[in-house]
């Protein structure tokens, strides 16, 4: 099958196109750095000639409210039209779970609006609702520190490396369309802060953790299970610490995630 991937140059786009390569299909990574952009619709219609299957791993530069949901909003409408065109059979977006419970939030509020044109499109679907990547604590950390420390809701969450993320939606993107959505998580459960804490040690970055019942996760409230998958998740098999002690050999060095 040709599987066009938006946001094929991303964290989860560049894991993505190998795997599909790998299974035998003609993967094409497609983002503005490949001249094609879902925003503007440059370069849509002839990445899209003879798709079979459309993969969103697209991410917004901007999480500024207005920003990421014009963003997911126009990115998706202009995919969703393109890919009526081009008779594309299935339209797979990556989301992540919890979004419908986290609508105080702009950037879930733009993950909401980006589902509900999808849901309401004539394309057959499968939206695949991720749980924090490993990969992404220390962009938790920095979107949570306000005044010096990083304040954290001490609420669990059952986070997964984004090699799984792409073996998941790989495995999604070359079945049937499922037209609902499924949920996919990490191996075991932690509490927020107790991990980025861990997370920033590892890196030596000496930023102070708080746990802070009142603290907002990404602009939103949560409580103790808001951000837990369903019994039902698939999941993926890399423990954190696994990742850790590997991304560490990768390169032992860097201190950014
Ligand atoms: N972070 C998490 O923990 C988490 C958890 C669950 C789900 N998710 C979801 O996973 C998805 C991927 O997020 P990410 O943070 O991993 O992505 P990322 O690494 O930041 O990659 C973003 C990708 O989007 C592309 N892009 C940006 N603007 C574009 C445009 N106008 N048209 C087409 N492509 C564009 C970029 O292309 P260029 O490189 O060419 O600019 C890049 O390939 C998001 O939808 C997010 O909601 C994230």
Request: net charge positive.
């Given at each position: 099958m040709k599987i066009v991937v938006?946001?094929?140059?991303?964290?989860?786009?560049?894991?993505?196109?190998?795997?599909l390569r790998?299974r035998g299909h003609e993967a094409v990574?497609?983002?503005?750095?490949?001249?094609?952009?879902?925003?503007?619709?440059?370069?849509?219609?002839?990445?899209l000639?003879g798709a079979n299957v459309v993969v969103?791993?697209?991410?917004?530069?901007?999480?500024?409210?207005?920003?990421?949901?014009?963003?997911?909003?126009?990115?998706?409408?202009?995919?969703?039209?393109?890919?009526?065109?081009?008779?594309v059979g299935h339209?797979v977006?990556?989301?992540?779970?919890?979004?419908?419970?986290?609508?105080?939030?702009?950037?879930?509020?733009?993950?909401?609006?980006?589902?509900?044109?999808?849901?309401?499109?004539?394309?057959?679907?499968?939206?695949?609702?991720?749980?924090?990547?490993?990969?992404?604590?220390?962009?938790?950390?920095?979107?949570?520190?306000?005044?010096?420390?990083?304040?954290?809701?001490?609420?669990?969450?059952?986070?997964?490396?984004?090699?799984?993320?792409?073996?998941?939606?790989a495995?999604i993107a070359v079945g049937p369309p499922?037209?609902?959505?499924?949920?996919?998580?990490?191996?075991?459960?932690?509490?927020?802060?107790?991990?980025?804490?861990?997370?920033?040690?590892?890196?030596?970055?000496?930023?102070?953790?708080?746990?802070?019942?009142?603290?907002?996760?990404?602009?939103?409230?949560?409580?103790?299970?808001?951000?837990?998958?369903?019994?039902?998740?698939?999941?993926?098999?890399?423990?954190?610490?696994?990742?850790?002690?590997?991304?560490?050999?990768?390169?032992?060095?860097?201190?950014?995630?």
């Amino acid at each position: 099958m040709k599987i066009v991937v938006i946001g094929g140059s991303g964290l989860i786009g560049k894991k993505l196109v190998p795997i599909l390569r790998q299974r035998g299909h003609e993967a094409v990574p497609a983002s503005p750095s490949s001249g094609v952009n879902a925003l503007t619709g440059e370069g849509l219609a002839g990445a899209l000639v003879g798709a079979n299957v459309v993969v969103d791993v697209s991410n917004s530069p901007s999480w500024e409210d207005a920003a990421v949901l014009k963003f997911f909003e126009t990115s998706t409408r202009n995919l969703l039209s393109h890919e009526a065109v081009a008779k594309v059979g299935h339209h797979v977006a990556l989301s992540v779970v919890g979004t419908d419970r986290l609508s105080e939030s702009g950037y879930f509020r733009a993950k909401i609006a980006q589902e509900k044109l999808i849901k309401n499109s004539a394309i057959p679907y499968s939206i695949v609702h991720a749980t924090q990547f490993f990969e992404f604590l220390k962009g938790l950390a920095d979107i949570s520190f306000d005044g010096g420390k990083v304040r954290l809701p001490p609420v669990l969450f059952q986070p997964m490396a984004a090699g799984d993320v792409a073996t998941e939606v790989a495995r999604i993107a070359v079945g049937p369309p499922v037209n609902g959505t499924v949920e996919i998580a990490g191996p075991a459960q932690f509490r927020v802060d107790e991990l980025v804490r861990q997370r920033l040690a590892s890196l030596k970055d000496p930023r102070e953790v708080i746990a802070d019942p009142n603290a907002l996760y990404s602009g939103a409230k949560v409580s103790l299970k808001t951000l837990l998958p369903e019994k039902t998740a698939r999941l993926g098999k890399t423990h954190f610490e696994t990742w850790l002690t590997k991304s560490a050999a990768q390169d032992p060095s860097r201190k950014v995630s």
